[in-house]
């Protein structure tokens, strides 16, 4: 018998509008509106979602046609074994299209009830575009095709309906990736006012009654994609969750159980949006500094760290370094060695390195520890090593220099991360892919493997492979190379020599030996 739609099986809830949210993907719908969904349910709130698709093509359709209802499914460990939990999301009221339904969408500027406007849009960041394809960014456009000019269009026309009415500001708290977006979109939004010459007394209204809040987001959401993976009887993960759940969802969205929202701004607005009163995983904080070189440093830091090691020794998941025994399909056997490493890189030099509350890192680190262990989200160790060097810079660097700082020492396992690093450009020819993207061709014993990064880099490491082959002369180049670091890394004292001697012994007995040899 076929299963009915959700939005047959469920019935909607009418509330306020008072969040408009840019963007209509995975992570939004399961981490935001998944949240608001429950303030629904634990607190007073009483208020919907309006979602605005950002670019011409997306998803409102399908959302509409579900009357935007669908189900989150988090997967992960909990209490050390494999957990499914669902939830029907019930707190969108509609989804709009401004491209074809321009009128609805600005329409909302008018709203007494919307307050927040929340975002993670598809263009390429927040930043400002003076035209686009050559065509100028005015304020007249049906919509304009920049995200932060948007928003201004959208706010100059709430503060002439509501004649600069200080209470019917908005908070404006931006989820993309970036850096500081809450800072950059309010920049980008000032630069549009002066261009449109908005004048001095919208500005003074944005200023005063409006709050643009930094933020940092903290849940993997791999999304729809895979539960379409088959299971043994031929139906797809997605199809025996349906079968579960007693209706057809086209928009079933996956993610961790883990959450954390950290929101950076002069003053709480948890009186407004009572996440924390709900049992939320959220701090409104004055500044985020500390939280986001957490995650940074621990969370992502551990990957570059130690899967680049990993992957010469013969893994090929996250899951193949983190768990003891073998999980799922698709992995490999664990590797003990990868595993010593990746634990004690994070609790004896990376945590080490870090001001701040070392119970409380060592906690987060457990819970990124378990995290990594999901089963249900393969991550593999190839598509994390993009970019590798930008990304050591970023995430691993830091932990050496300030554990150098510190100590007065070199990080034993830290220095060997960069040897590997280095090993993991082993190749000497640049090739191209068939969507023309560069690559250049390295070699692990497995065979060989597409490594990516940018073309100065992969450029680099080609022709200083051809060059030489000598572990000492190879590493002074590279931590020589400012281009990469920001500095000469060889004025750290025995930096150097730690890292060549790790290399030398890379290249001499190979990855696994050279791993199990460090983690003795």
Same mark, same amino acid.
């Given at each position: 018998m076929?299963?009915?739609s !959700?939005?047959?099986?469920?019935?909607?809830?009418?509330?306020?509008?008072?969040?408009?949210?840019?963007g209509?993907?995975?992570f939004?719908?399961?981490?935001?509106?998944?949240? =608001?969904?429950?303030?629904?349910?634990?607190?007073?709130?009483?208020?919907?979602?309006?979602?605005?698709?950002?670019?011409?093509?997306?998803?409102?359709?399908a959302?509409?046609?579900?009357?935007?209802?669908?189900?989150?499914?988090?997967?992960?460990?909990?209490?050390?074994k494999?957990?499914?939990?669902?939830?029907?999301?019930?707190?969108?009221?509609?989804? =709009?299209?401004?491209?074809?339904?321009?009128d609805? @969408?600005?329409?909302?500027?008018?709203?007494?009830?919307?307050?927040?406007i929340?975002?993670?849009?598809?263009?390429?960041?927040?930043?400002?575009?003076?035209?686009?394809?050559?065509?100028?960014?005015?304020?007249?456009?049906?919509?304009?095709?920049?995200?932060?000019?948007?928003?201004?269009?959208?706010?100059?026309?709430?503060?002439?309906?509501?004649?600069g009415?200080?209470?019917?500001?908005? !908070?404006?708290?931006?989820?993309?990736?970036?850096?500081?977006?809450?800072?950059?979109?309010? =920049?980008?939004?000032?630069?549009?006012?002066?261009?449109?010459?908005l004048?001095?007394?919208?500005?003074?209204?944005f200023?005063?009654?409006?709050?643009?809040?930094?933020?940092?987001?903290?849940? !993997?959401?791999?999304? @729809?994609?895979?539960?379409?993976?088959?299971?043994?009887?031929?139906?797809?993960?997605?199809?025996?969750?349906?079968?579960?759940?007693?209706?057809?969802?086209?928009?079933?969205d996956?993610?961790?159980l883990?959450?954390?929202?950290?929101?950076?701004s002069?003053?709480?607005?948890?009186?407004?949006?009572?996440?924390?009163?709900?049992?939320?995983?959220?701090?409104?904080?004055?500044?985020?500094?500390?939280?986001?070189?957490?995650?940074?440093?621990?969370?992502?830091?551990?990957?570059?760290?130690?899967?680049?090691a990993?992957?010469?020794?013969?893994?090929? @998941?996250?899951?193949?370094i983190?768990?003891?025994?073998?999980?799922g399909?698709?992995f490999?056997?664990p590797?003990?060695d990868?595993?010593?490493?990746?634990?004690?890189?994070?609790?004896?030099?990376?945590?080490?390195?870090?001001?701040?509350?070392?119970?409380?890192?060592?906690? @987060?680190?457990?819970?990124v520890?378990?995290r990594?262990?999901?089963?249900?989200?393969?991550?593999?160790?190839?598509? =994390?090593?993009?970019?590798?060097?930008?990304k050591?810079?970023?995430?691993c660097?830091?932990?050496?220099?300030?554990?150098?700082?510190k100590?007065?020492?070199?990080?034993?396992?830290?220095?060997?991360?960069?040897?590997?690093?280095?090993?993991?450009?082993n190749?000497?020819?640049?090739?191209?892919?068939?969507?023309?993207?560069?690559?250049?061709?390295s070699?692990?014993?497995?065979?060989?493997?597409?490594?990516?990064?940018?073309?100065?880099?992969?450029?680099?490491f080609?022709?200083l492979?051809?060059?030489?082959?000598?572990?000492?002369?190879?590493?002074?180049?590279?931590?020589?190379?400012?281009?990469?670091?920001?500095?000469?890394?060889?004025?750290?004292?025995?930096?150097?020599?730690?890292?060549?001697?790790?290399?030398?012994?890379?290249?001499k007995?190979?990855?696994?030996?050279?791993?199990?040899?460090?983690?003795?």
């Amino acid at each position: 018998m076929a299963l009915k739609s !959700i939005k047959d099986v469920v019935k909607t809830v009418k509330r306020p509008e008072k969040i408009l949210q840019f963007g209509e993907g995975g992570f939004l719908r399961a981490f935001v509106d998944w949240q =608001i969904d429950i303030v629904n349910e634990k607190t007073d709130f009483n208020g919907n979602v309006v979602i605005v698709q950002p670019l011409e093509k997306g998803m409102v359709d399908a959302m509409n046609a579900q009357n935007n209802l669908y189900t989150t499914v988090l997967r992960g460990m909990k209490d050390g074994k494999p957990t499914v939990e669902t939830r029907t999301i019930n707190s969108i009221s509609r989804s =709009i299209n401004p491209y074809t339904d321009y009128d609805d @969408y600005i329409a909302l500027a008018s709203s007494p009830d919307l307050r927040f406007i929340v975002s993670n849009t598809t263009e390429a960041g927040i930043r400002f575009d003076a035209e686009i394809d050559g065509v100028p960014v005015t304020l007249d456009q049906k919509p304009q095709k920049n995200f932060p000019a948007k928003v201004t269009a959208f706010l100059y026309k709430r503060f002439q309906a509501f004649k600069g009415d200080l209470s019917k500001g908005m !908070i404006l708290i931006p989820c993309e990736l970036s850096d500081q977006a809450g800072l950059n979109l309010r =920049i980008n939004i000032l630069r549009y006012a002066e261009m449109w010459q908005l004048g001095p007394d919208f500005i003074n209204w944005f200023d005063e009654a409006c709050d643009v809040c930094s933020c940092l987001v903290d849940r !993997i959401v791999p999304g @729809y994609f895979p539960l379409l993976t088959k299971e043994e009887d031929g139906k797809t993960q997605a199809e025996h969750i349906c079968e579960k759940l007693g209706y057809e969802d086209k928009l079933l969205d996956s993610a961790e159980l883990f959450h954390f929202w950290v929101i950076e701004s002069k003053k709480s607005h948890e009186d407004e949006l009572p996440l924390v009163k709900a049992g939320l995983s959220v701090k409104w904080v004055q500044n985020m500094d500390y939280y986001h070189t957490r995650k940074v440093r621990i969370l992502n830091g551990a990957h570059t760290s130690s899967v680049l090691a990993a992957f010469l020794a013969g893994s090929n @998941y996250v899951q193949d370094i983190v768990c003891s025994e073998k999980v799922g399909t698709g992995f490999n056997t664990p590797n003990a060695d990868a595993q010593k490493f990746m634990r004690n890189v994070i609790f004896n030099e990376i945590i080490p390195s870090i001001d701040g509350d070392q119970e409380d890192l060592k906690e @987060y680190a457990e819970n990124v520890w378990s995290r990594f262990q999901n089963p249900f989200n393969p991550h593999r160790l190839i598509e =994390i090593s993009l970019n590798s060097v930008a990304k050591y810079w970023t995430r691993c660097l830091p932990s050496v220099t300030q554990y150098i700082a510190k100590k007065g020492s070199v990080p034993k396992l830290l220095s060997f991360s960069i040897a590997a690093l280095i090993a993991f450009y082993n190749g000497t020819e640049i090739k191209t892919d068939d969507k023309g993207a560069k690559y250049l061709e390295s070699k692990r014993e497995e065979g060989v493997y597409p490594n990516k990064d940018t073309l100065p880099v992969l450029e680099f490491f080609a022709a200083l492979n051809k060059e030489t082959k000598d572990a000492k002369e190879i590493t002074k180049k590279v931590l020589t190379n400012v281009d990469f670091w920001h500095e000469d890394l060889t004025k750290y004292a025995g930096l150097e020599e730690s890292v060549a001697k790790n290399l030398a012994d890379i290249q001499k007995n190979g990855m696994k030996a050279a791993l199990a040899e460090i983690v003795k």
